[in-house]
């Protein structure tokens, strides 16, 4: 799903092709890169689409974006007030 919002994006150059890579596993996120090629004037436009597009695809996919979360557990009961 990313590799096609990546291909199907306005502004792209053609060559060299979109790239996604698998960066890391962190301890909430499975981070991903993905990179599409374009003109230096069009850079931040592009950019901005991509990142729309990636966010679509992965909504449309029903693919949600973890946030880091704690559970906190007391060993013995937390006074009343506190």
Known sequence: ??????TGLPGRLDEP???I????LGDSSVNWS?????????YWTVREALTRAAKVAL????????????DVHFDRPVPAGL
């Open 1 to 6: 799903m990313l590799l096609a919002a990546a």
């Open 17 to 19: 092709a979109p790239q």
């Open 34 to 42: 993905v990179r599409v090629w374009a003109n230096t004037e069009d």
């Open 59 to 70: 909504d449309e996919a029903n693919l949600g974006i973890p946030f880091p979360q704690m």
């Open 21 to 24: 890579m698998l960066l890391d």
